[in-house]
């Protein structure tokens, strides 16, 4: 009778297992069913726990039985398994396909402002000439930004140049009174204070001057300054230092060396950039001179931009025995020049900018043009 009910139980058991495999529709269904019908708890395993009471004869007969009924369960547990991962994988793949037609996601790239892109190629034509790089604070003392230039209390300069402070006791000026400063000029004493001659210093940065913001005026600009000291500077080389300088970052020979390397052109043409120098007149520098190039827009016929061909871009002049004093040099034995320009009014005339308050009004249409 037991064994009679046996078999019939595991002949359910492998009809509803078949089915119950046939339904599932996916692989957590199905591992359910196989931990249902062949799990340690599973119906088939609480059937083969029962065969010890079976009479010996009879339990060889349906253990081979319920053998069999486990193998074809497993047989089709992995077959099934087989169908619905070949499915699932079908499915996965539908649902991740790319449509390689669709326009591409655009990477939005940054790029340099066009102060500092002019900054970098006038700081790299002094780099070309041998001079370092050198910096000094923003926030200044009075005594560098004025006094050690040889700028005294009650030197005119001071009204013209009207200054941010951030810390002045009284109307007379301290030494000691802090302020922005108004020029890059304040990095040659500092250079000039930490080291012994030769001194061939490019010093890019920030100035302040409480200017009402114009197309012209802005109360924050920046600046590159330039100071050589050395035994036997003279003018001359002030000059050919600055024509130089101005024919590589306004000739076209950049330009020219290029093609020429390129092999688009043979022989590079002269480079015809020319400076002219006009007497006047800064505190630290005796004597001193205002530079102006040749008009980049016109050549120099004389256009809307530069009115008669030139176009001024920088003071300079040797730098005074005052100053060279002020700093522990000898002005016998060492003599130098410096230079001082303002970067937003080149990167106007380069650009053709037409306002200087657009380089801080961080329009990315304007930003990103260049
Ligand atoms: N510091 C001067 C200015 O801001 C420029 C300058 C620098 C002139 C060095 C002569 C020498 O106008």
Not at 15 to 37: C, F, H, M, P, W
Not at 169 to 183: C, K
Not at 299 to 328: F, H, K, Q, S, T
């Amino acid at each position: 009778m037991i064994n009679m009910l046996s078999r019939e139980d595991l002949q359910n058991i492998l009809e509803e297992g078949k089915t119950a495999i046939e339904r599932a529709s996916s692989l957590r269904e199905l591992d359910q069913v196989r931990i249902e019908y062949l799990g340690k708890k599973g119906r088939l395993t609480s059937v083969l726990k029962t065969l010890g009471q079976l009479p010996p004869e009879e339990r060889k007969e349906v253990g081979r039985v319920a053998n069999e009924v486990r193998q074809k369960l497993e047989v089709d547990i992995l077959a099934r398994q087989d169908e619905l991962s070949r499915a699932e994988k079908a499915e996965r793949l539908i649902a991740e396909t790319v449509d390689i037609t669709l326009p591409g996601r655009q990477s939005v790239f940054g790029n340099r402002h066009l102060i500092a892109q002019v900054i970098n190629e006038i700081t790299d034509i002094f780099i070309g000439l041998g001079y370092k790089v050198a910096e000094g604070p923003e926030v200044e003392l009075d005594y560098y930004n004025f006094k050690a230039l040889n700028t005294p209390a009650d030197h005119p300069a001071r009204s013209l140049q009207d200054t941010f402070y951030i810390k002045k006791e009284s109307v007379q000026p301290a030494d000691d009174d802090i302020l922005l400063r108004t020029h890059t000029s304040p990095v040659q004493i500092r250079v000039m204070k930490s080291q012994q001659p030769p001194v061939y210093i490019i010093a890019p940065g920030r100035a302040y001057r409480r200017d009402v913001p114009d197309p012209t005026h802005s109360p924050m600009f920046h600046q590159v300054e330039g100071l050589a000291v050395d035994e036997g500077i003279t003018f001359g080389d002030l000059k050919g230092t600055l024509e130089e300088f101005t024919k590589q970052l306004f000739g076209r020979e950049r330009q020219v060396r290029m093609l020429a390397r390129e092999g688009f052109i043979e022989q590079p043409p002269e480079n015809d950039q020319r400076i002219r120098l006009r007497p006047h007149f800064f505190p630290f520098t005796e004597p001193s001179a205002e530079v102006d190039v040749r008009c980049i827009a016109c050549g120099g016929v004389g256009c809307r931009i530069c009115g008669g061909g030139w176009l001024e871009i920088l003071g300079a002049g040797m730098v005074d025995p005052n100053v060279l004093i002020e700093v522990g040099y000898d002005p016998e034995r060492v003599s130098g020049f410096a230079f001082g320009m303002g970067v937003e009014r080149i990167a106007m005339l380069m650009y053709g900018v037409p306002d200087i308050r657009m380089f801080v009004d961080n329009d990315m249409r304007f930003i990103s043009q260049f």
